[in-house]
């Protein structure tokens, strides 16, 4: 069974810091990896996938994710934060066998300091 | 404009009171799914439809009752609902159920049980 754990709830950075939210995974076969973000009264948005391909993944909004099989981790980056980075961000994964459901973690809400 | 439209967005029901909750998707994808979003807890899958056939009913209980009368809209049937249920539920598309798709999400409907 797959499943995804999110480090830290809550996360806190100045506006211009790195963002770095955490994601590990546990797959017993190769995963597909999602970042989404939801804003305040949205659904949620695509932010970037990992569907085994380069291992670093380019997403909207200058975000970026690692893949790292031997952590299991897809961390997702942002080298610069902006007050509109606002928002709750949430890792998910999918297992590459049979199974069609999306496995979210519990999510990290980004704080963004002026 | 997400591509797939959710209504209302916010709705406050009384426990004895039926009402259903609208998706629609002009993406052309092949499968919707109902999430809930209660606050504190992880996304929970409720329904997954693949070509307007329902494939997962995730122990969800009978006073959700799910419809999908084609592939471009689903809905969710409520009655004798409990205050417990308050909560956001997401309707989302994929192009199918396959392993590498995304989602794309409404934007949900608040829905509060009194």
């Known amino acids: 069974a797959q499943s995804v754990t999110q480090l830290g709830s809550h996360v806190s950075v100045s506006e211009g810091a790195l963002v770095l939210l955490r994601c590990n995974y546990s797959s017993s076969v190769p995963p597909y990896l999602f970042w989404y973000v939801q804003y305040p009264n949205q659904g949620l948005q695509l932010l970037l996938k990992y569907t085994s391909a380069a291992t670093l993944v380019k997403g909207i909004n200058g975000f970026e994710a690692e893949f790292k099989k031997s952590e299991t981790s897809f961390h997702l980056t942002k080298p610069s934060a902006h007050m509109s980075d606002a928002a709750e961000y949430f890792c998910a994964v999918r297992g590459m066998d049979s199974s069609y459901k999306l496995i979210f973690g519990s999510g990290t809400r980004l704080l963004v300091r002026p | 404009e997400t591509g797939v439209t959710q209504t209302p967005r916010h709705l406050v029901m009384g426990m004895t009171n039926k009402k259903s909750l609208k998706c629609e998707q002009h993406l052309g994808h092949n499968a919707m799914y109902w999430y809930k979003q209660s606050a504190k807890k992880p996304l929970e899958l409720m329904f997954v439809?693949?070509?307007?056939?329902?494939?997962e009913n995730n122990s969800v209980p009978s006073r959700f009752s799910p419809e999908c009368p084609n592939s471009s809209h689903l809905f969710l049937h409520l009655h004798t609902l409990q205050p417990e249920d308050s909560a956001l539920y997401l309707c989302a598309s994929s192009q199918d159920t396959g392993q590498a798709y995304g989602y794309t999400f409404g934007s949900g409907t608040r829905l509060t049980v009194v």
């Open positions: 439809y693949s070509l307007e056939e329902r494939v």
